[in-house]
């Protein structure tokens, strides 16, 4: 029962990326639909590790829909790409951003609900 529900939250997640990725646009070179993305799950997740709920809603909204909301291989192949076409300080931009915001927001997220 338990795989069913981190399948069933993947797919919305997957699926939220995937809308996100295709009808929010890159500012200038910046990706930004990745990193809305990657910040929101970190903050949805955040949530929900402090708060209390049943294992079976941690696999379907945690496990799943975060797990396939969020994208560390998009963001690392997105950095890398900056790099590539030379823009080096986007991606160093990005990559510091990425990182400060998400730890930043689990850690918001949690301590508001725990």
């Known amino acids: 029962m ?4 981190v399948a069933v939250g993947g797919a ?7 809308l996100a990725g295709r009808y929010v646009d890159s500012y200038r ?3 930004v639909a990745t ?5 929101a799950g970190c903050l949805i997740l955040g949530l ?8 079976q809603a941690f696999a379907l909204l945690g496990t799943g829909f975060c797990g396939g909301l969020t994208t560390y291989s998009t963001f690392a192949v997105e950095s890398v790409g900056l790099l590539r076409i030379r823009l080096a300080l986007t991606s160093v931009v990005y990559t510091i951003a990425s990182v400060t915001a998400g730890l930043a927001v ?5 301590r508001l609900t725990s």
Do not use: D, E, H, Q
């Open 29 to 31: 070179s910046f990706p």
């Open 106 to 110: 689990a850690w918001l997220g949690f």
């Open 35 to 39: 990193f809305l993305v990657n910040v």
């Open 48 to 55: 929900l590790s402090g708060a209390s709920m049943s294992a």
């Open 2 to 5: 338990i795989v069913l529900l």
């Open 12 to 18: 919305l997640g997957a699926t939220t990326r995937y």
